[in-house]
């Protein structure tokens, strides 16, 4: 078993004291209290990454939507100039002719603008739930830091007993 001299970050140990870290860790491991804060804190840090994984398929979806975007107004550019034994037989084939064609393209392609603009708010939205989580989960950070410092000092009360009775 190794006992160090050397406090944790945030411990306090005087020149006489040593900490056995591995005892201490299985102590951690058994306190209820730390336990359920560190649960929380561990869920805290969940929720940030799953809400980050959101923000990264909205952004997707909008990157997905603006070559949407590309694609209809490349086939509304198709339409502009066909001359007119082609829009015949566009106009035969689907009984509608060039213009309309057009005309359509061009208004899908505002309909897609629109959902990407959107989707892009929606982004945002997300940014800022992710950002709120973050905060919360580093806030948290200082009730286990707490939790640690409270386990901590029943351990050296527990170890001081010990020791005083096996002396």
Same mark, same amino acid.
């Given at each position: 078993?190794? +006992?160090?001299?050397?406090?944790?970050?945030?411990?306090?140990? @005087?020149? %006489? /004291?040593?900490?056995?870290?591995?005892?201490?860790?299985?102590?951690?491991? $058994?306190?209820?209290?730390?336990?359920? *804060?560190? &649960?929380?804190?561990?869920?805290?840090?969940?929720?940030?990454?799953?809400?980050?994984?959101?923000?990264?398929?909205?952004?997707?979806?909008?990157?997905?939507?603006?070559?949407?975007?590309?694609?209809?107004? /490349?086939?509304?550019?198709?339409?502009?100039?066909? +001359?007119?034994? #082609?829009?015949?037989?566009?106009?035969?084939?689907? %009984?509608?002719?060039? $213009?309309?064609? #057009? @005309?359509?393209?061009?208004?899908?392609?505002?309909?897609?603008?629109?959902?990407?603009?959107?989707?892009?708010?929606?982004?945002? $939205? &997300?940014?800022?739930?992710?950002?709120?989580?973050?905060?919360?989960? /580093? &806030?948290?950070?200082?009730?286990?830091?707490?939790?640690?410092? #409270?386990?901590?000092?029943?351990?050296? &009360? #527990? /170890?001081? $007993? *010990?020791?005083? %009775? *096996?002396?």
């Amino acid at each position: 078993m190794h +006992t160090f001299g050397i406090p944790p970050r945030g411990g306090h140990l @005087n020149s %006489t /004291q040593t900490m056995d870290y591995k005892a201490f860790s299985a102590f951690l491991d $058994e306190d209820a209290a730390y336990q359920a *804060t560190l &649960k929380n804190h561990q869920e805290l840090w969940a929720e940030v990454h799953r809400a980050e994984s959101k923000v990264s398929a909205a952004l997707y979806r909008v990157t997905r939507l603006m070559r949407a975007v590309d694609v209809v107004r /490349q086939q509304q550019l198709k339409h502009e100039d066909v +001359t007119e034994e #082609q829009d015949k037989v566009l106009e035969e084939l689907t %009984t509608e002719c060039s $213009e309309i064609w #057009q @005309n359509q393209y061009d208004q899908a392609a505002d309909d897609v603008e629109e959902a990407a603009v959107a989707a892009c708010a929606m982004v945002v $939205e &997300k940014r800022a739930k992710v950002t709120a989580k973050k905060a919360e989960a /580093q &806030k948290h950070g200082t009730y286990l830091n707490y939790a640690r410092e #409270q386990a901590r000092e029943v351990f050296k &009360k #527990q /170890q001081a $007993e *010990t020791e005083s %009775t *096996t002396a």
